[in-house]
């Protein structure tokens, strides 16, 4: 009953329901076309779990050529980060074990179809997933607990290498006084990209670190692109609008506020509430305007906007669509402006599912190894992500060189906060993001936000209801 329970798609029937019908919008629908490479011999039964002294005893010889299948969705620059790494660690690993890897196009089918295949042959052994899927499966008592391997001494992380990762790397693992089912696969975040040549024509030298410096700013570059020659450029110019979870969540953590409240989901708060209606006003003075464009690559380097909202992933894109453009303006990455810089860390995890002893020791030292410093290096250098080791900056100093906005991302890394490490977030960022799309996308007053905020909570409660 519980892997059909968290199959359902209620959450964005309700949420549709509830905010979307008077603008119209929907979710879109997910792809099921998944890419598989070639499928190892399926074992007869699943095996439960074993006991932790058995997982230490095995020996080195029981692990050649063992084989893993690993479900994975990565995109981009980390999907090749990710398979030029495996494709190394099948060729190279001295316990001879070969992964062989099921590619999703989304998290969202990742996390269907491996939620269907528990307890069959088809389950993999591997999964690389968001923290709130995994800790949905965590009830069933289908995740392995990886402290055991974490601290082994044979094959765990040494005090060395584990103090060489970033608080941040530890904080997204969640409550280590609990069982760790997952160490994360890489880190991201959402930034506010900002363009400071044009800042500087409007006479500001010093980057916005709180709202008041940002709205003026904003307001500034409307007013320069009514006051211009275009009128096509009318009614852009400040920031555009972006409703995704992790943008407004962002946002809120900006204004001292969040979504956590004593190891539950909450929405109301007056530190919220001020967060919404201050970017609301924005919008309402015409200081932040909506656009329909895929990305905003295009609208950033037309001086459109003076600030777009962009994952660090994207800088890359960015850079090439300022080159297409002609541009040489200069520009730069930086926190979402509130009481203090508010960034929230993404990203998946790795988590290893129960099968047998062996398959789980093979996993581990997988995770281990694409974990390693050394491999790191290769992984940042190719998905354009932070580092999660302090030897991989170290180590880096040419690349932080010739990548300025991915140098200064790198700089707030300590400004970094978690998403919410609970599994109804997998419910609860809908809420979140289709929240914030309907009160800019209805053009709803900043009166009623407070109400539509615990309207949310209600919303959260339901949808968590066993």
């Known amino acids: 009953m519980l892997i059909r329970k968290i199959l359902l798609t209620t959450t964005i029937l309700v949420l549709s329901s509830l905010f979307l019908n008077a603008c119209g919008a929907g979710t879109p629908t997910e792809s099921q076309e998944i890419t598989k490479t070639p499928n190892p011999t ?29 479900a994975s969705a990565f995109v981009g620059s980390s999907r090749t980060a990710f398979n030029d790494l495996l494709a190394k660690f099948n060729t190279v690993n001295e316990w001879g074990i070969l992964v062989y890897l099921t590619e999703y196009n989304s998290y969202n089918t990742l996390f269907a179809e491996v939620s269907s295949s528990m307890d069959t042959s088809d389950q993999p052994n591997l ?15 289908v995740m392995v607990e990886l402290d055991p391997y974490l601290n082994d001494p ?65 307001c500034a570059a409307k007013e320069s692109n009514i006051s211009d020659d275009d009128p096509l450029n009318d009614g852009k110019g ?44 924005l919008y309402d003075d015409h200081c932040a305007w909506i656009s329909n464009e895929h990305n905003p690559y295009s609208t950033f380097a037309d001086r459109s906007a003076l600030f777009i909202t962009a994952d660090l992933a994207e800088l890359s894109n960015q850079k090439s669509t300022f080159e297409i453009a002609g541009s040489n303006d200069d520009w730069t990455v930086l926190p979402f402006p509130g009481d203090h810089a508010g960034l929230v860390a993404e990203g998946p995890s790795y988590s ?4 047998t002893p062996e398959q789980q020791l093979a996993s581990w030292l997988f995770i281990r190894w694409m974990l390693s410093a050394e491999n790191q290096v290769q992984w940042v250098t190719t998905s354009g992500l932070f580092p999660m080791q302090t030897s991989v900056i170290e180590t880096l100093d040419n690349y932080r060189n010739s990548h300025p906005q991915w140098d200064q991302a790198v ?23 289709d929240a914030a799309t309907f009160i800019f996308r209805t053009n709803q007053d900043t009166d009623q936000i407070k109400a539509i905020l615990e309207q949310m909570n209600t919303t959260i409660q339901e949808l968590s209801e066993p």
Do not use: C
């Open 127 to 141: 999964v690389i997933t968001l923290p709130e899927q995994i800790l949905t499966w965590d009830p069933l008592s």
């Open 238 to 281: 400040g920031w555009v609008v972006d409703t995704t979870p992790t943008s407004i969540l962002s946002w809120m953590h900006a204004f001292d506020g969040g979504v956590m409240d004593s190891g539950s989901l909450v929405f109301s708060s007056d530190a919220n509430t001020t967060a919404l209606q201050s970017l609301k006003t």
């Open 154 to 218: 044979r094959y765990g992380f040494s005090h060395t290498e584990r103090d060489d990762f970033l608080p941040i790397f530890w904080e997204m693992v969640g409550d280590q006084e609990k069982h760790i089912t997952a160490l994360p696969a890489e880190i991201s975040a959402s930034f506010l990209y900002y363009n400071q040549s044009w800042a500087h024509e409007l006479g500001f030298y010093d980057a916005p670190s709180s709202f008041p410096q940002f709205r003026q700013q904003a």
């Open 411 to 433: 700089s707030f890394m300590d400004d970094l906060t978690t998403q919410p490490l609970l599994s109804n977030w997998r419910q609860g960022k809908l809420v979140l993001g």
């Open 352 to 355: 290893i599912l129960a099968t």
């Open 42 to 70: 399926k074992p007869a039964s699943t095996p439960t779990q074993t006991s932790i002294p058995n997982l230490i005893d095995i020996s080195v010889d029981k692990l050649q050529g063992i084989t893993i299948k690993a």
